[in-house]
């Protein structure tokens, strides 16, 4: 819609400036001021573009826009600049977000193949108990080049962001201290992982899922602390099942919550950033 608007704008404009009646009118107004004092006959004759004329010594006749014609390009240069530009720095940063969670991924898929190979195979042996999300934490640094840790109840302006929010930029609803302030690393390319662990048998089935349990889940954010801190734009979710990792909406999650939609939230935007997919 607002490109549609732009290119009727500038067509108008168009229409406007090479119209002879407005080339007609300006030759007029130049012969009653006397402000040109020579207009070439020829140039009368081909002119398509309209420009103003005039004898400066030493040159001859010189060609140039008016200064209303001048505002008004500029004036629509702005308009197109203000409609166009933010959306594309938008579409620019995406990119790099959804750039950063796959190496994100990438990163935490090879550290958890490690955990489970060194753990007979199974993450129900780690010897973590019940929400126990330091531990977890612990058994991760090993396998990660980290820069900072935070403990659970530090983690929120240390490791972590004070807020996040929805896809569609409500606070969300887990975003308070005694639910969310949980166990956070830092990589060294400045990725925050925020850890979350559940029962220690890894018999927790995730809401919605059709069956598949999982040990806890990552919280990504893809910039550190930086904004926008928006699930499904710079903050992803990825499962911790006893086997591997499952991003947030591929299998376990029977419901789509990456949709622009109000009561969308965005964390399940995972698989469709891995599998390219368009939302």
Excluded at 114 to 120: M, R
Excluded at 227 to 251: Q, V
Aim: aromatic share 10%; with cysteine; net charge neutral.
């Amino acid at each position: 819609m607002k490109k549609n608007f732009c290119i009727l704008l500038i067509i108008a404009f168009l229409n406007f400036w090479i119209s002879p009646y407005f080339e007609l009118n300006r030759r007029e107004e130049f012969i009653k001021h006397n402000t040109f004092s020579q207009i070439s006959e020829n140039n009368n004759k081909n002119l398509s573009i309209p420009v103003a004329t005039a004898v400066v010594a030493g040159r001859g006749i010189v060609s140039a826009f008016s200064l209303a014609e001048l505002i008004i390009t500029m004036s629509i240069i702005g308009v197109v600049a203000v409609l166009v530009i933010p959306p594309m720095v938008t579409n620019i940063q995406d990119m790099q977000f959804k750039a950063a969670f796959k190496e994100a991924y990438s990163i935490l898929s090879q550290a958890t193949s490690q955990l489970v190979n060194d753990n007979s195979g199974n993450l129900k042996n780690l010897q973590c108990a019940s929400w126990a999300n330091d531990c977890l934490m612990g058994k991760y640094i090993p396998y990660l080049n980290v820069n900072k840790s935070c403990n659970t109840g530090f983690s929120k302006g240390n490791c972590w962001t004070e807020h996040y929010y929805t896809f569609n930029g409500v606070l969300d609803g887990w975003d308070t201290p005694l639910n969310d302030d949980r166990a956070t690393i830092v990589l060294s390319n400045g990725v925050s992982v925020r850890i979350s662990m559940n029962i220690d048998n890894c018999s927790i089935v995730a809401i919605g899922s059709p069956g598949t349990p999982q040990c806890g889940w990552f919280a990504v954010d893809v910039n550190g602390l930086a904004k926008p801190n928006i699930m499904g734009r710079d903050i992803f979710f990825i499962h911790i099942t006893e086997t591997g990792l499952s991003p947030y909406g591929n299998g376990i999650d029977n419901v789509d919550w990456c949709l622009r939609t109000l009561y969308a939230d965005g964390s399940t935007c995972a698989e469709k950033v891995l599998r390219n997919k368009v939302y």
